[in-house]
RNA sequence: GGGGAGAUACCAAAGCGGCCAACUGGGGCAGACUGUAAAUCUGUUGUCUUACGACUUCGUAGGUUCGAAUCCUGCUCUCCCCA
C-alpha cells in the first residue's frame, strides 16, 4: 500500500501524545519509509499479568492500531519472559513472578480482547521468552556492565520506595534491560508506551546504539484518569472501564468521569476523526451533561454496536434518571403460597454478599418492594400465583418477584 | 557476618494483658441531593443469628494466663545501621 504523506501521518501519531524522543527522527524514519517503500516496525510490549484490559489499555493499544492503519508494521510482544520477572515500574512492591503457564494462559485472554482493537490479521505477535529465555548467565551480565545503579536508582518509583525502606529485589534491576534488550532483538523504529514506560523506552534506545543499530523512537502516551478523576484508570483502584463489560455498566461507567475529563476521553479512547475534536471540546465545556451522554454512547458503540449503545442509554436513563424498572430486570420465581424471607431471596440473586450485609441495606432504607422501603429486615414474603412484585436492591440492582 | 526495628481487617495506620470485631483516614456500600453511577452532606463497613448471642480474624506454629492483637519461644518474611 502507498503510504500517506509525512505530514499527516506525523499528525495522526501525534494525537494525545505526550511525547516524542526525539520527534525528528520519527520524521526521518517515515520519510525514508515513505521513500523505500518499508513500513516502520512498531513495538509495543504488553505484561501478561492482568488480562482484564479497560480503556486505559485502550489509549496505547490504539495507537498501536492507527500505525497499522498508516501500513506499519505493528509488534505486539507478550512479556512473556518478562512477566516471570515483574516490572517495577510504579509499582510500591514486588510483583509476584509468574508461572510460564499463567503466561500462556493470560496472552490468550489478552489477545481475545485486545483484537477488538488492533488488526490481528496484519499483527506481528512474539513472545520475549523466546529470545530472552536462551540468553546466557554472560550475556546477562554483559547486559548489566550497560547500566549503572546510579542511573536505576534515580528512578522515582525506586527512589520512592528506596525512600520508604521498601523491598527492592535485584532482579527487577533488569526488568528495563529485558525490555531493552527487545528492542535490540527486533531492531524496532518505534516503541510505545505510556509516560511511566519512559525510563524502559530510553533504555532500549541506548541498548540499540551500544549495539549499533538504529535507535527507535520513544513514543509516551498518557496514562488515562480513571473514573474516579484522580487516579490513573487501573484495576486495583476499581477506577476503571472495562472493554468487555457489559454495556449498561460501561455506560454508567462513562457518565461517571468527571467533567472535566470529558474532551480527554474524546481524544484518546474514542475515534472522532481529529477535524472534529475543537468542536467536541467545545460541547464538553458548553454542555457537558449531553457531551457525557455522546461519549458513553460512542464508547459503547465501539465495544458493543450501535443497538446495544442505544439500550444502554435506554437502561441508564429508566434506572437512574427516572429510577424505574429497566427492561432488563432479571425475574425470580417464588412458589405461591409458600413464604420466603426476603434475606434469602436477595442472597440468592446475588445482590448482597452477606446477610449481615443485607441487613445494612434495608436498615439504611436501600432496599425496596414496589417502590415501598422495606423496614424489617426479617421481612418474609407470600406470592400469590401471578402477582409480580419489583424488588430493589441499592441503587441499581433490580428484579421483577413472581409468584408461580 | 554483627546489631537493631517491624509484620494488624480491601489499603494506610492506631492499639501493646480484660472495656477490641479492634481508634482514625482512604476505599467500598447506602440515604439525601443532582444532568450523572460526579461533587457535597449523613450513615454504614467480619461471618452466622428475628433477637439474646455464637463463631472466625491482628505473619505463622506453639506456650504462659481465668483471659492475649497485646507477654514468652521457634519459624517465615521485610526494613535499617555497621562490616
Keep these: 500500500m502507498a503510504f500517506l504523506p509525512v505530514e499527516e501521518q506525523i499528525e495522526i501519531i501525534k494525537r494525545g501524545t505526550v511525547e ?17 517503500n518499508k513500513p ?38 507478550i512479556g512473556g519472559f518478562t512477566a516471570m520477572i515483574g516490572d517495577p ?6 510483583r509476584p513472578p509468574l508461572t510460564s503457564e499463567e503466561v500462556e494462559e493470560n496472552a490468550k485472554t489478552y489477545i481475545e480482547q485486545a483484537k477488538k482493537i488492533l488488526d490481528l490479521e496484519k499483527l506481528t505477535l512474539v513472545n520475549n521468552a523466546d529470545w530472552l529465555g536462551s540468553m546466557s548467565f554472560m550475556d546477562v551480565i554483559g547486559l548489566t556492565s550497560k547500566m549503572t ?21 535485584l532482579h ?3 526488568y528495563p534491560l529485558a525490555q531493552g534488550q ?29 549495539s549499533d543499530l538504529d535507535q527507535q523512537v520513544c513514543l509516551m502516551m498518557p496514562l488515562l484518569v480513571g473514573t474516579d478523576g484522580s487516579a490513573k484508570m487501573s484495576k486495583s483502584y476499581d477506577n476503571y472501564i472495562g472493554i468487555d463489560e457489559n454495556p449498561n455498566d460501561m455506560y454508567g461507567k462513562s457518565l461517571s468521569i468527571p467533567d472535566d475529563l470529558i474532551y480527554t476521553y474524546y481524544e484518546l479512547v474514542t475515534d472522532v476523526p481529529i477535524d472534529e475534536l475543537p468542536a467536541v471540546k467545545d460541547k464538553a465545556e458548553k454542555d457537558p451533561r449531553n457531551a457525557k451522554h455522546d461519549l458513553a454512547f460512542t ?7 450501535e443497538e446495544a449503545a442505544k439500550d444502554a442509554r435506554k437502561h441508564f436513563e429508566q434506572t437512574v434518571i427516572n429510577k424505574s424498572v429497566p427492561d432488563d430486570a432479571p425475574e425470580f420465581e417464588l412458589t405461591a403460597g409458600e413464604s ?7 442472597k440468592e440473586l446475588n445482590f448482597s454478599p452477606s446477610n449481615g450485609e443485607t441487613k445494612r441495606l434495608i436498615k439504611q432504607g436501600g432496599v425496596s418492594l414496589d417502590d415501598e422501603k422495606v423496614e424489617d429486615f426479617a421481612l418474609e414474603l407470600a406470592m400469590k400465583a401471578g402477582e409480580e412484585v419489583v424488588l430493589k436492591v441499592g441503587k441499581r440492582k433490580f428484579a421483577i418477584l413472581k409468584g408461580v
Excluded at 515500574?89 to 514486588?94: F, K
Excluded at 464508547?299 to 454496536?305: C, E, S, T
Design 20 to 36: 516524542i524522543v526525539p520527534v525528528e527522527e520519527l520524521v526521518e524514519k517515515l520519510k525514508k519509509s515513505k521513500k523505500e
Design 40 to 77: 516502520l516496525k512498531i513495538k509495543l510490549g504488553v505484561d501478561p499479568t492482568r488480562p482484564d484490559l479497560h480503556l486505559g489499555h485502550s489509549v496505547i493499544l490504539r495507537k498501536l492500531r492507527q500505525f497499522q492503519d498508516l501500513g506499519h508494521e505493528a509488534i505486539l510482544i
Design 89 to 94: 515500574t510504579g509499582r510500591n512492591s514486588t
Design 149 to 169: 545503579v546510579a542511573r536505576m536508582i534515580e528512578r522515582d518509583d525506586f527512589s520512592k520506595r528506596f525512600e520508604n525502606k521498601e523491598a527492592i529485589s
Design 172 to 174: 527487577e534491576f533488569l
Design 182 to 210: 527487545d528492542s535490540v532483538h527486533l531492531q524496532s523504529d518505534v516503541e510505545l508506551g505510556g509516560t511511566d514506560q519512559k525510563f524502559n523506552l530510553l533504555v532500549g534506545r541506548q541498548l540499540q546504539k551500544d
Design 299 to 305: 464508547i459503547v458503540k465501539m465495544y458493543h454496536g
Design 340 to 346: 420466603a424471607r426476603l434475606m434469602d431471596v436477595i
